[in-house]
């Protein structure tokens, strides 16, 4: 008898005596797992043909098995799940879960998710709450408060790009701080460019989670008026929750940067890091925040340049040419090369000061996080060659990869 047909008779009589076959020490079945993961084999079988959650081991008779390890990737993608997203915003969120920096950046993302969630689900039931006192007291309805019952309830469709926002801010983060060459790092120096002072009125536009401030806390006055802005209302909340409702001297607005809600001549400071290409009109953004500063009020703007990051874009290009990590070049809409000339239309001194950096990366986690957050296409062509692309990345990485870096900020006085 062939060993082949030996081994099937084996795995056969197993299954039908209800068996469990010979495993490695650490190693759960597909039944031990789904019953530790409280799932059905099925569904854990339908995410291992989704390409969600492939086994850690498979024996010679096709026998899968799950360590410690998956049953944390079965946990990303449940509460994903939950939390509304689709199965294919769910493999390319939980792509790099066995790093164990990808696994961290992301519970703390989910943290703040589910936190997002529970503040939504307070508001839905003090809306329910109020509508049931008026109707106990036999009181007239005021049925346009149910239609922002209906659209609170309906705000978890949004809650999937703001992850992705948070995500995306985070692993670009992250990759600067580990690695940067400069160790004063980029909020502290541009803090000191910002210049402020007790009493000043200020205004970020962009504010995203609020690092600048949350990095600098220590070095604010007391005496200060800070309003933080974005444009996503999942920003604010993060920049709010980072930097506490205790603070009095922060305000937080959602608006666009293009149609700033605050009359003219109100602030003696605008901040906006990283933030004027991402305008549907720079210039015009540039006069909008012009528009709201107090005569001789200062602007401080930081950008980018176009040998930014090059060998990141060289990097994905040599792995696979198709690969583009950016829909456009955000640097040519507004960047080091063509800010001062946009700016000094409109202000009266535009002074670029540059910041002298560089990242020295040993590790791939981090770098593959910044790969992954970039706007372009990069998702299509390594989510199904993850394992392929990590180990080019390694190989890169293993004696140290240079990249450089070529930003700065502008100084503007009206």
Request: some cysteine.
């Amino acid at each position: 008898m062939s060993k082949k047909f030996h081994d099937f008779a084996v795995s056969w009589f197993h299954r039908q005596n209800g068996v469990l076959p010979m495993r490695k020490e650490g190693y759960y079945s597909s039944g031990q797992f789904a019953a530790l993961a409280n799932v059905s084999v099925r569904t854990i079988r339908f995410y291992d043909r989704q390409n969600l959650l492939k086994p850690s081991y498979v024996n010679e008779n096709g026998a899968r098995f799950y360590t410690d390890a998956d049953l944390v990737h079965i946990q990303q993608i449940l509460l994903l799940k939950y939390l509304g997203f689709s199965l294919e915003d769910i493999r390319e969120l939980t792509i790099g879960d066995s790093d164990p920096s990808f696994l961290l950046n992301s519970l703390h993302l989910q943290r703040r998710l589910v936190e997002d969630r529970i503040e939504q689900l307070s508001l839905v039931r003090e809306a329910i709450s109020d509508t049931v006192s008026v109707i106990e007291q036999g009181k007239q309805v005021d049925w346009r408060g149910m239609l922002d019952l209906i659209h609170l309830t309906g705000m978890e469709n949004t809650l999937a790009s703001q992850y992705r926002n948070a995500t995306n801010i985070s692993a670009r983060i992250r990759l600067h701080s580990l690695y940067s060459t400069n160790k004063a790092g980029w909020f502290p120096w541009l803090f000191s460019l910002a210049d402020i002072r007790p009493g000043m009125r200020i205004l970020e536009i962009g504010c995203g989670s609020g690092s600048f401030w949350t990095e600098n806390r220590e070095r604010i006055p007391d005496s200060v008026f800070i309003t933080l802005s974005d444009i996503s209302a999942g920003m604010i909340r993060d920049a709010r929750r980072s930097i506490g409702e205790h603070d009095r001297r922060f305000s937080f607005v959602e608006c666009d940067c293009m149609h700033l809600p605050f009359p003219d001549a109100s602030f003696d400071l605008v901040i906006a890091n990283h933030v004027l290409f991402y305008a549907a009109d720079p210039e015009g953004a540039c006069r909008e925040c012009a528009r709201v500063l107090r005569p001789a009020g200062a602007l401080l703007c930081s950008t980018y340049g176009k040998e930014h990051m090059q060998e990141v874009t060289a990097l994905v290009e040599e792995f696979d040419s198709r690969i583009t990590l950016s829909g456009e070049k955000l640097f040519e809409r507004f960047g080091l090369e063509n800010g001062q000339k946009i700016l000094s239309d409109i202000f009266e001194t535009a002074v670029l000061e540059e910041y002298a950096d560089s990242l020295l990366v040993d590790a791939p986690g981090p770098l593959i996080e910044y790969i992954l957050s970039c706007h372009g296409n990069q998702s299509r062509y390594i989510t199904d060659h993850y394992k392929e692309f990590r180990s080019f990345v390694q190989k890169k990485t293993e004696h140290g990869f240079h990249i450089t870096k070529k930003a700065g900020a502008f100084r503007c006085r009206l």
